[in-house]
């Protein structure tokens, strides 16, 4: 009760608060049971429609559910949080560049991939690449990468979710929880527990036909949002007048990046060509036309969705200085950023009915993603691990999607703990999971490009991105600030040599894919003819 | 065409590093800061790029391949 008091003072709260958004977030988690229970009607009940939907989703879907997966709590809460700490650059930084490479990698990479999946029946992305590179340990060796990569993908989506529902819930129940706001362990108990419904009853399918309804749900409301906060402070010239007035800093890149740093960051949306969830929606396409819809308009989907939340963090920032913001503060004294999103949405969004949409948006865009990243290790497990090792003829289908189903749960209470105990900053969190991924991505365009990549050259790749990351990462959140090794933190950033860790990864990942590719034993002419089956 | 559309899509990595207002904090209509704005029309340029490329780069070889004879697969 005692840490509501200060809120109230500041005027964010007038006792007690409406429940009503609550109900509406109710409501909408229903609307996806129902949305499980009809497509679960559609599952036909083999494995392959449980993990690619029979290769049956057209073009507007696939756009829908492409774009949902990769908008996930890190575009809605992170973004405005990055933008209300490092200003309006975050939009070059992730979003503009993300319009370039996203689409090339779909357009490039993409397409082949798919046509591949298509002709030879693969499943997983892991698949794929073991018949390429002629190598079965090659699956064992990428099956704990990925799916390890995949785990700090499913906290952002946890601690996000977690974060924004106890900012805009802060004062709805006062006595039962601390600051009266939903802890994070229940939000996130709430959204695994609707995902895994409907991932369960419908695998793929399911995960497209709920990405689809929720990516329009909250670019939706993600705009209606948008609107009445701006509306709220004034209007749009007067929000960003705010912001020239106290905190100018934030409508310039100077001071807060440097070129080599923004220009760094290009790298880091190259992870999308290495996602195997992605992979896993690529197979889904009812044929390579399906692409062209979602080449064209990625980009600008990602422009409708980023730059409202550029501009209320920008907008944000500049309300916080001039004092009439509260954000919660991080044990370190700083304002959470994750939590600006919720804080702007609690100040100027007045109808309880509103908020309550907005926030089923911010979950839409959330859960969107979980689903897709669930499906997926629940098929990397059992196509890539237990098949391989134990025999395909020692399961019957129904098994295959037990299995499936079995290590979603496992990997989802892994997450699920991790969220609870280790929070840290939802952007920060996925770029350190996107470079790990972006890093890998030399081995996806090797392998549909370059006829000379060896399996050692890819073992070498992956081995150095492997190592590379977990020295960075340990330099940069396991030891103490300014005693790294290797860069130096800065704007909330980690830098080596000025630049995102992301391009020495990279650059480690291509000189050893390269150097031992071309030191060893090219691959059989089978497998050359096998995957260059056309010239060009 | 092909080349054109590559040569495009080059131009566009390029000029996607404006550093040349780095500091103009500007309010284009005013609300959107200059940078902003900037790179938000980078989007809409790069959807058009994109469209082109879809045009006049399909990989059409690629396409007819997959959709040629039957799935070799099966349920895996």
Redesign the interface.
């Known amino acids: 009760m005692s840490s509501i008091t200060p809120l109230i003072a500041l005027g964010q709260v007038t006792e007690p608060l409406s429940r009503t958004p609550l109900v509406i977030i109710g409501i909408y988690m229903c609307v996806l049971f129902g949305l499980g229970w009809i497509s679960s009607r559609l599952f036909r009940g083999?494995?392959?429609d449980f993990f690619v939907a029979s290769h049956s989703i057209g073009p507007f879907m696939l756009l829908m559910s492409v774009f949902g997966t990769t908008m996930t709590a890190f575009a809605l809460v992170g973004s405005t949080g990055k933008a209300f700490s490092l200003g309006?650059?975050v939009?070059?930084l992730m979003?503009?560049?993300s319009?370039?490479i996203h689409?090339?990698c779909f357009?490039l990479v993409g397409?082949?991939m798919?046509?591949?999946?298509?002709?030879?029946?693969?499943?997983t992305q892991i698949?794929f690449f073991r018949d390429r590179f002629e190598s079965k340990g090659l699956g064992y060796l990428l099956f704990p990468i990925l799916a390890g990569l995949i785990i700090p993908y499913l906290l952002v989506g946890l601690i996000g979710a977690g974060t924004y529902i106890g900012g805009v819930t802060r004062g709805m129940f006062p006595g039962t929880f601390a600051d009266g706001a939903v802890p994070g362990w229940l939000t996130g108990l709430v959204i695994c527990s609707v995902v895994l419904f409907y991932v369960f009853s419908g695998g793929v399918r399911s995960a497209v036909w709920a990405n689809t309804f929720q990516t329009i749900v909250f670019m939706i409301m993600g705009l209606v949002g948008f609107i009445v906060i701006a509306k709220g402070i004034g209007?749009?010239?007067e929000?960003?007048?705010l912001t020239?007035q106290h905190a100018?800093e934030k409508?310039?890149?100077?001071g807060l990046m440097t070129?080599a740093h923004?220009?760094s960051y290009?790298l880091v949306p190259l992870s999308v060509g290495m996602f195997p969830h992605l992979f896993q929606h690529w197979l889904t396409a009812k044929?390579?036309?399906s692409f062209?819809l979602t080449?064209?308009?990625?980009?600008?989907c990602?422009?409708i969705v980023w730059?409202p939340c550029?501009?209320i963090g920008?907008w944000g920032a500049g309300l916080f200085a001039d004092g009439s913001l509260f954000v919660p503060k991080l044990p370190n004294g700083e304002p959470n950023a994750n939590a600006v999103l919720s804080m702007m949405v609690k100040k100027f969004m007045v109808n309880p009915v509103l908020i309550g949409l907005f926030s089923a948006g911010v979950l839409a865009a959330i859960m969107s993603s979980l689903d897709s990243q669930f499906v997926c290790v629940g098929s990397m497990f059992t196509?890539d691990f237990a098949l391989p090792l134990f025999g395909?003829e020692r399961f019957s289908?129904t098994q295959k999607v037990w299995l499936g189903r079995g290590f979603i749960v496992f990997i989802v209470v892994i997450t699920y703990v991790i969220s609870i105990f280790k929070p840290m900053s939802v952007f920060n969190l996925g770029i350190w999971c996107f470079s790990g991924f972006s890093a890998l991505f030399p081995i996806a365009f090797a392998a549909v490009y370059w006829k000379r990549v060896t399996t050692a050259g890819v073992f070498a790749s992956v081995i150095a991105t492997a190592v590379t990351w977990a020295l960075f990462i340990h330099d940069a959140l396991g030891r103490a600030a300014g005693e790294q090794w290797f860069g130096v933190k800065a704007h909330g950033e980690y830098l080596i040599a000025g630049v995102m860790p992301v391009a020495f990864i990279c650059l480690a990942s291509v000189v050893a894919l390269v150097g031992v590719s071309l030191a060893t034993k090219p691959p059989t002419s089978e497998t050359i003819d096998k995957f260059f089956?056309?010239?060009? | 065409m092909k080349k054109v559309v590559y040569g495009l899509l080059i131009l566009l990595a390029v000029i996607h590093q404006d550093v040349w207002w780095w500091d103009n904090g500007e309010l284009v209509f005013g609300f959107m800061p200059l940078g902003l704005f900037y790179h938000s029309l980078y989007s809409c340029m790069a959807a058009g790029v994109w469209a082109m490329a879809v045009k006049w780069a399909w990989p059409s070889d690629i396409e007819l391949w997959a959709e040629s004879g039957d799935e070799a697969g099966g349920e895996q």
């Open positions: 083999s494995s392959k309006i650059g939009y070059g979003a503009s560049s319009g370039l689409a090339a357009f397409i082949r798919w046509s591949f999946g298509k002709k030879y029946g693969y499943v698949q209007g749009l010239a929000a960003s007048e020239r100018p409508l310039v890149r100077e070129p923004f220009m290009m044929s390579a036309k062209r080449v064209i308009a990625h980009p600008l990602i422009m730059v550029i501009l920008i196509n395909s289908d089956p056309v010239k060009g």
